[in-house]
């Protein structure tokens, strides 16, 4: 959902290395706990594989919506596969994205940092509303607005603080450009929502192991 949809050269040279060195700080942090953790079962592969393809997949269909916007399910491979494998499979996604035109090479950093930002609010309030009465459909109609949220809170944060090379506009017009980007794409949220409300609650019902849920 948030994502910066900027060709190389939008933001200068240090800035590109910047987000890239901590996008890969965090992906190597996240490979290393995998790698520590013990060999994933097959489940967890499969599982992780299907993420990548799914959200690959829809990244890739525009909503005729507001002039065009798109699904990203990040908040959805934070509930099925958690923070740290998260972290691998939206990396991919953005790889594969920026090959496709989704953005330039240069921002596969920043865009990573953004989809992880939502993949783990989404992963961390699922599993903590667990405590609560509400079905796992529900969590993850929160979880999902949240995590998206706050993903589109770190794509303004990260370009207000990189600077957009060639824009003269000021820190106060460039916020309010894309504070308005950040309320069409909440608007966007809200079926997001409802559709990963509607997956979890069909994953419950057929699967819950993956969940983690009863039958784990």
């Not at 949809?5 to 996008?23: C, I, K, N």
């Not at 965090?26 to 967890?44: D, F, H, K, N, P």
């Amino acid at each position: 959902m948030a994502h910066i949809h900027l060709q190389d050269g939008a933001f200068s040279l240090p800035f590109v290395l910047l987000w890239w060195a901590v996008a890969m700080i965090l992906l190597g942090a996240c490979l290393y706990r995998l790698r520590t953790a013990g060999r994933l079962s097959s489940r967890q592969i499969t599982t992780a594989a299907l993420c990548t393809a799914a959200a690959f997949a829809v990244f890739q269909v525009e909503l005729p919506l507001f002039g065009g916007v798109h699904l990203n399910l990040t908040p959805l491979v934070g509930i099925l596969a958690g923070p740290v494998t998260g972290c691998v499979i939206v990396f991919l996604v953005n790889v594969l994205s920026a090959a496709t035109g989704h953005g330039g090479w240069g921002l596969i950093g920043a865009n990573t940092l953004v989809s992880l930002v939502e993949v783990t609010v989404a992963a961390l309030i699922f599993s903590g509303l667990r405590r609560t009465d509400a079905t796992p459909g529900v969590r993850a109609g929160i979880a999902t607005f949240v995590a998206l949220a706050a993903g589109n809170a770190a794509m303004i944060g990260i370009i207000l603080v990189s600077g957009i090379q060639g824009v003269t506009q000021t820190a106060f017009s460039l916020l309010a450009g894309l504070t308005l980007v950040a309320v069409v794409n909440m608007a966007a949220a809200l079926i997001e929502s409802l559709v990963t409300a509607l997956m979890v609650s069909t994953i419950d019902r057929m699967r819950p192991v993956l969940l983690g849920e009863k039958g784990s």
